[in-house]
Protein backbone atom coordinates (compact mmCIF):
# COMPACT_ATOMS: atom_id res chain seq x y z
CA UNK A 1 0.00 0.00 0.00
CA UNK A 2 3.28 2.49 0.87
CA UNK A 3 4.30 1.81 -2.81
CA UNK A 4 1.00 2.20 -4.18
CA UNK A 5 0.92 6.16 -2.37
CA UNK A 6 4.02 6.87 -3.14
CA UNK A 7 4.05 5.74 -6.96
CA UNK A 8 0.49 8.02 -6.87
CA UNK A 9 2.78 10.92 -5.27
CA UNK A 10 5.36 10.74 -7.89
CA UNK A 11 3.13 10.19 -10.97
CA UNK A 12 0.95 13.97 -9.26
CA UNK A 13 4.86 15.65 -8.77
CA UNK A 14 5.23 15.10 -12.64
CA UNK A 15 1.41 16.25 -13.45
CA UNK A 16 2.21 19.67 -11.53
CA UNK A 17 5.15 20.05 -13.24
CA UNK A 18 3.54 19.99 -16.70
CA UNK A 19 0.08 21.46 -15.39
CA UNK A 20 1.23 24.89 -13.84
CA UNK A 21 2.06 26.10 -16.93
CA UNK A 22 -1.69 24.88 -19.04
CA UNK A 23 -2.95 26.33 -15.82
CA UNK A 24 -1.44 29.83 -15.61
CA UNK A 25 -1.93 30.17 -19.43
CA UNK A 26 -5.37 28.61 -19.73
CA UNK A 27 -6.21 31.38 -17.38
CA UNK A 28 -4.58 34.38 -18.65
CA UNK A 29 -4.37 34.47 -22.30
CA UNK A 30 -7.51 31.25 -22.90
CA UNK A 31 -5.03 29.69 -25.31
CA UNK A 32 -5.57 25.98 -25.39
CA UNK A 33 -2.27 24.94 -25.86
CA UNK A 34 -1.12 21.82 -27.45
CA UNK A 35 2.14 23.15 -27.95
CA UNK A 36 2.62 22.55 -24.08
CA UNK A 37 3.40 18.92 -25.71
CA UNK A 38 6.30 19.57 -27.98
CA UNK A 39 8.41 21.88 -25.42
CA UNK A 40 8.11 18.67 -23.41
CA UNK A 41 8.87 16.12 -25.41
CA UNK A 42 11.89 18.51 -27.19
CA UNK A 43 13.49 19.04 -23.76
CA UNK A 44 13.61 15.35 -23.12
CA UNK A 45 15.49 14.67 -26.78
CA UNK A 46 17.59 17.46 -25.77
CA UNK A 47 18.71 15.63 -22.76
CA UNK A 48 18.74 12.52 -24.80
CA UNK A 49 21.48 14.16 -26.81
CA UNK A 50 23.48 15.64 -23.98
CA UNK A 51 23.57 12.12 -22.01
CA UNK A 52 23.77 9.70 -24.60
CA UNK A 53 25.88 11.71 -27.70
CA UNK A 54 27.98 13.69 -25.46
CA UNK A 55 28.28 11.36 -22.32
CA UNK A 56 27.48 14.46 -19.80
CA UNK A 57 25.89 14.14 -16.17
CA UNK A 58 22.13 13.78 -15.99
CA UNK A 59 21.92 16.47 -13.62
CA UNK A 60 23.63 19.36 -16.04
CA UNK A 61 21.86 18.08 -18.74
CA UNK A 62 18.68 18.49 -17.51
CA UNK A 63 19.71 22.03 -16.52
CA UNK A 64 20.81 22.88 -20.12
CA UNK A 65 17.97 21.12 -21.50
CA UNK A 66 15.55 23.16 -19.73
CA UNK A 67 17.34 26.39 -20.33
CA UNK A 68 17.07 25.14 -23.86
CA UNK A 69 13.65 25.15 -24.18
CA UNK A 70 13.03 28.66 -23.05
CA UNK A 71 14.09 30.12 -26.51
CA UNK A 72 11.82 27.74 -28.20
CA UNK A 73 8.87 28.58 -25.85
CA UNK A 74 9.43 31.95 -26.45
CA UNK A 75 9.49 31.73 -30.73
CA UNK A 76 6.28 29.70 -30.54
CA UNK A 77 4.27 32.66 -28.65
CA UNK A 78 6.22 35.18 -30.35
CA UNK A 79 5.28 34.67 -33.63
CA UNK A 80 2.37 32.05 -33.53
CA UNK A 81 0.28 32.20 -29.93
CA UNK A 82 0.83 36.22 -29.71
CA UNK A 83 -1.47 36.33 -33.30
CA UNK A 84 -4.10 34.85 -31.63
CA UNK A 85 -4.99 36.26 -28.36
CA UNK A 86 -8.85 37.06 -28.28
CA UNK A 87 -9.27 34.59 -31.40
CA UNK A 88 -12.00 31.81 -30.94
CA UNK A 89 -10.39 29.15 -29.25
CA UNK A 90 -11.23 26.74 -32.34
CA UNK A 91 -8.11 29.05 -33.72
CA UNK A 92 -5.58 28.69 -30.68
CA UNK A 93 -6.93 24.95 -30.92
CA UNK A 94 -5.98 24.43 -34.58
CA UNK A 95 -2.69 26.11 -34.24
CA UNK A 96 -0.93 24.88 -31.27
CA UNK A 97 -2.22 21.12 -32.54
CA UNK A 98 -0.32 21.98 -35.50
CA UNK A 99 2.97 22.92 -33.52
CA UNK A 100 2.81 19.70 -31.65
CA UNK A 101 2.26 18.03 -35.11
CA UNK A 102 5.00 19.88 -36.56
CA UNK A 103 7.05 18.98 -33.61
CA UNK A 104 7.03 15.29 -33.33
CA UNK A 105 7.76 14.91 -36.75
CA UNK A 106 10.78 17.23 -36.41
CA UNK A 107 11.76 15.02 -33.53
CA UNK A 108 11.17 12.09 -36.09
CA UNK A 109 13.25 13.46 -38.44
CA UNK A 110 16.31 14.71 -36.18
CA UNK A 111 16.54 11.52 -33.47
CA UNK A 112 14.64 9.04 -35.11
CA UNK A 113 11.53 6.82 -33.99
CA UNK A 114 13.16 4.17 -31.94
CA UNK A 115 12.36 4.79 -28.09
CA UNK A 116 15.28 5.71 -26.24
CA UNK A 117 15.75 4.13 -22.46
CA UNK A 118 17.06 6.14 -19.52
CA UNK A 119 18.41 4.61 -16.44
CA UNK A 120 17.63 6.11 -13.06
CA UNK A 121 20.28 8.59 -12.75
CA UNK A 122 20.41 8.30 -8.65
CA UNK A 123 19.89 4.45 -8.31
CA UNK A 124 19.70 4.10 -4.27
CA UNK A 125 16.55 3.16 -2.60
CA UNK A 126 15.45 3.83 1.13
CA UNK A 127 14.94 0.86 2.71
CA UNK A 128 12.28 0.74 5.33
CA UNK A 129 11.98 -2.69 6.88
CA UNK A 130 10.67 -4.66 3.26
CA UNK A 131 10.01 -1.80 1.99
CA UNK A 132 12.48 -0.43 -1.02
CA UNK A 133 11.76 3.14 -2.26
CA UNK A 134 13.76 4.56 -5.21
CA UNK A 135 15.55 8.00 -4.52
CA UNK A 136 15.22 9.44 -7.27
CA UNK A 137 11.12 9.59 -7.19
CA UNK A 138 11.38 10.89 -3.96
CA UNK A 139 13.96 13.79 -5.02
CA UNK A 140 10.53 14.09 -7.59
CA UNK A 141 8.21 14.81 -4.98
CA UNK A 142 10.60 17.04 -3.02
CA UNK A 143 11.19 19.22 -6.14
CA UNK A 144 7.68 20.20 -6.81
CA UNK A 145 6.77 20.97 -3.15
CA UNK A 146 9.75 23.59 -3.78
CA UNK A 147 8.45 24.23 -7.05
CA UNK A 148 4.96 24.95 -5.36
CA UNK A 149 5.82 27.10 -2.63
CA UNK A 150 8.55 28.80 -5.12
CA UNK A 151 6.18 29.43 -6.95
CA UNK A 152 3.55 30.86 -4.19
CA UNK A 153 6.56 33.74 -3.13
CA UNK A 154 6.97 34.17 -6.62
CA UNK A 155 3.12 35.17 -7.64
CA UNK A 156 2.44 36.89 -3.94
CA UNK A 157 5.86 38.89 -3.25
CA UNK A 158 7.23 40.01 -6.34
CA UNK A 159 5.89 42.75 -8.90
CA UNK A 160 5.99 40.16 -12.02
CA UNK A 161 4.05 37.99 -10.17
CA UNK A 162 1.19 40.19 -8.81
CA UNK A 163 0.71 41.34 -12.29
CA UNK A 164 0.15 38.03 -13.73
CA UNK A 165 -2.24 37.00 -10.94
CA UNK A 166 -3.89 40.01 -11.46
CA UNK A 167 -4.32 39.57 -14.71
CA UNK A 168 -5.69 35.89 -14.26
CA UNK A 169 -8.53 37.70 -12.36
CA UNK A 170 -8.95 40.79 -14.67
CA UNK A 171 -6.48 41.29 -17.91
CA UNK A 172 -8.53 44.04 -19.15
CA UNK A 173 -8.41 45.48 -16.23
CA UNK A 174 -4.82 45.52 -15.79
CA UNK A 175 -4.35 46.29 -19.65
CA UNK A 176 -6.17 49.70 -18.67
CA UNK A 177 -3.49 50.39 -15.95
CA UNK A 178 -1.13 50.80 -18.65
CA UNK A 179 0.48 48.01 -18.67
CA UNK A 180 1.91 45.90 -21.44
CA UNK A 181 0.10 42.37 -20.68
CA UNK A 182 1.06 40.46 -23.66
CA UNK A 183 4.81 41.27 -22.50
CA UNK A 184 3.66 39.33 -19.02
CA UNK A 185 2.17 36.63 -21.33
CA UNK A 186 5.14 36.05 -22.88
CA UNK A 187 6.69 35.54 -19.25
CA UNK A 188 4.37 33.05 -18.74
CA UNK A 189 4.16 31.24 -21.55
CA UNK A 190 8.26 30.97 -21.11
CA UNK A 191 8.16 30.10 -17.67
CA UNK A 192 5.31 27.32 -18.74
CA UNK A 193 7.29 25.93 -21.55
CA UNK A 194 10.27 25.26 -19.21
CA UNK A 195 8.34 23.64 -16.53
CA UNK A 196 6.82 21.56 -18.78
CA UNK A 197 10.68 20.44 -19.62
CA UNK A 198 11.27 20.21 -16.26
CA UNK A 199 8.48 17.55 -16.05
CA UNK A 200 9.83 15.74 -19.16
CA UNK A 201 13.39 15.42 -17.93
CA UNK A 202 12.10 14.28 -14.42
CA UNK A 203 9.75 11.76 -16.23
CA UNK A 204 12.21 10.81 -19.05
CA UNK A 205 14.02 7.97 -16.41
CA UNK A 206 11.27 6.09 -15.57
CA UNK A 207 8.78 6.24 -18.46
CA UNK A 208 9.42 5.40 -22.30
CA UNK A 209 11.11 8.35 -24.32
CA UNK A 210 9.67 8.77 -27.72
CA UNK A 211 8.44 11.29 -30.41
CA UNK A 212 4.31 10.68 -29.19
CA UNK A 213 5.40 10.69 -25.48
CA UNK A 214 3.84 14.02 -24.84
CA UNK A 215 0.41 13.31 -26.64
CA UNK A 216 -0.64 11.25 -24.17
CA UNK A 217 0.12 13.21 -20.95
CA UNK A 218 -0.65 16.58 -22.03
CA UNK A 219 -4.42 14.98 -21.86
CA UNK A 220 -3.70 13.73 -18.49
CA UNK A 221 -2.37 17.15 -17.91
CA UNK A 222 -5.77 19.34 -19.36
CA UNK A 223 -7.47 17.25 -16.74
CA UNK A 224 -5.69 18.04 -14.12
CA UNK A 225 -5.84 21.79 -14.97
CA UNK A 226 -10.19 21.23 -15.33
CA UNK A 227 -10.36 19.82 -12.43
CA UNK A 228 -8.05 21.97 -9.80
CA UNK A 229 -9.53 25.36 -12.12
CA UNK A 230 -8.01 27.49 -14.92
CA UNK A 231 -5.38 29.51 -13.29
CA UNK A 232 -6.21 28.37 -9.58
CA UNK A 233 -2.31 27.57 -8.68
CA UNK A 234 -3.65 25.90 -5.37
CA UNK A 235 -6.16 24.01 -6.89
CA UNK A 236 -3.56 22.72 -10.06
CA UNK A 237 -1.35 21.53 -7.67
CA UNK A 238 -4.17 19.65 -5.32
CA UNK A 239 -5.63 18.56 -8.39
CA UNK A 240 -1.97 16.86 -9.62
CA UNK A 241 -1.55 14.84 -6.53
CA UNK A 242 -5.52 13.88 -6.05
CA UNK A 243 -5.21 12.44 -9.96
CA UNK A 244 -1.73 10.82 -9.57
CA UNK A 245 -3.31 8.66 -6.54
CA UNK A 246 -6.51 8.41 -8.39
CA UNK A 247 -4.25 6.56 -11.10
CA UNK A 248 -1.72 4.70 -8.92
CA UNK A 249 -4.81 3.03 -6.45
CA UNK A 250 -6.03 2.23 -9.75
CA UNK A 251 -3.52 0.71 -11.66
CA UNK A 252 -3.08 -1.56 -8.53
CA UNK A 253 -6.79 -3.09 -8.92
CA UNK A 254 -6.95 -2.33 -12.82
CA UNK A 255 -4.25 -1.42 -14.73
CA UNK A 256 -5.87 -0.78 -18.28
CA UNK A 257 -8.11 1.49 -16.20
CA UNK A 258 -5.73 3.95 -14.71
CA UNK A 259 -6.06 7.02 -17.22
CA UNK A 260 -9.56 6.10 -17.77
CA UNK A 261 -10.54 6.88 -14.20
CA UNK A 262 -8.91 10.31 -14.22
CA UNK A 263 -11.43 11.03 -17.06
CA UNK A 264 -13.84 9.66 -15.04
CA UNK A 265 -13.17 12.16 -12.24
CA UNK A 266 -12.74 15.32 -14.82
CA UNK A 267 -16.44 14.06 -15.95
CA UNK A 268 -18.05 14.21 -12.21
CA UNK A 269 -15.94 17.39 -11.56
CA UNK A 270 -17.37 19.09 -14.92
CA UNK A 271 -21.30 17.99 -14.08
CA UNK A 272 -21.37 20.30 -10.86
CA UNK A 273 -19.33 22.64 -11.69
CA UNK A 274 -18.92 23.42 -15.46
CA UNK A 275 -16.09 25.60 -16.91
CA UNK A 276 -16.38 28.77 -18.38
CA UNK A 277 -14.06 29.32 -21.55
Known amino acids: MIDTIFYGLTIGAILYFISIGLSLTFGTMRVINFAHTITYTIGVYILITFVFFLKWHFLQSAILAILAILPIGYVIERFIIRRLY ?22 KWIWGAAPYPLSDPVGKYLTLGDLSLPMYRIIIVIIALLLFFSLNLFFKKTMVGKIIVAALEDKEGVRCLGIDVNRYFSMVFVLGSGLAALGGVLYAPISSVHPYMGLAVLLL ?39 TMVFIAMAIVLIFRPIDI
Open 86 to 107: GESLDYTFIATFAIALIGVDAI
Open 221 to 259: CFAVVIVGGMGNLRGTFLSAFALGMVMSFTARFWPQGAE
